[in-house]
Structures are given as C-alpha cells and as structure tokens.
C-alpha cells in the first residue's frame, strides 16, 4: 500500500517537472538527474510539519532490494527538508520504475553507514565534494521494504 493524503508539489520548478514527468511515464523519461546520465528515483514522504505528501527526485543508490538516500543538499550547511519528513513519518514510498512502493527510512550510523556511503560515492561521485563542502555529517538513510 502506497501513501495518501493531499500532495503538495514542490516550490522548486525543476522538482516539480521531474516529479511530474516521472510519474506520467512511469519512470521511463525523467529518470536521471536533469537530463544527465544519473539515474534517480522518486521518493514521496509525509510533511513533518504540513502533513502532506511531498515528493522529490534522489539519486538512485540501491544495493539488494534497499536504497540509500543521501541528504546532501548540494553540500549546503543544512539537511534538505525532506530530512525531518523521514525523521517525523519513517515510511515513505519509493518509485524505481513504473510503480511505488513503500519503504521505511531510518539513518545509517557507525561501519553500516560507512560502508553505505562508500557505495554511494561510488555511485555517484559528486557525494564527495558535497562532504568536503560542509561540516556537518551528511545524514544517510536506509531505506527497506515494508513487507505486506
């Protein structure tokens, strides 16, 4: 089962077209980080504060069925807002391809995020310069299958 409730598009134009042309094509076009060569996946959370849903386009960091998303916000001093969506309502729905599923969030600490964060520089090197970038940890979040 997938999340309800009223959904709030992004302020940001470029999230929203994202969002909406993902979704329209059920992840066949849109999939990649603006135009580029990067895959991403769309992840629908709850507002910490509104309530609503809210969606955004992630880099697509998967390993055996779990996902990682990185709160890096480009390397900025804070977490994107998404963060305390995660952190206030953990299940959220992630779309890889035609149809979302749900999944629960929580934060990688200590040997397990290292070696998740690892894997997401690998994925996508950028994650690095965002690091150097600021001097806060950037949070990473598990993200693993609700079952039923």
Not at 7 to 15: F, L
Not at 57 to 68: I, N, Q, T
Not at 123 to 145: G, V
Request: glycine share 8%; no cysteine; hydrophobic share 35%.
């Amino acid at each position: 089962m997938t999340l309800q409730g009223e959904y709030e598009p992004s302020s940001t134009k470029w999230v929203r077209d994202q969002v909406a042309a993902y979704e329209a094509s059920g992840g066949r076009e849109a999939n990649t980080l603006q135009g580029g060569k990067d895959p991403i996946v769309v992840i629908t959370s709850v507002g910490a504060r509104s309530g609503k849903l809210r969606k955004n386009p992630v880099m697509r960091v998967e390993r055996d069925g779990v996902y990682a998303a990185v709160a890096s916000k480009g390397g900025a001093p804070d977490n994107p807002s998404w963060y305390a969506n995660f952190v206030a309502h953990p299940v959220v729905d992630l779309q890889d391809g035609p149809e979302p599923k749900a999944y629960r969030a929580r934060i990688a600490e200590g040997e397990e995020r290292e070696r998740w964060w690892e894997h997401a520089v690998a994925t996508w090197p950028t994650y690095a310069s965002y690091q150097e970038k600021t001097d806060r940890q950037i949070p990473l979040f598990l993200l693993e299958p609700v079952e039923g």
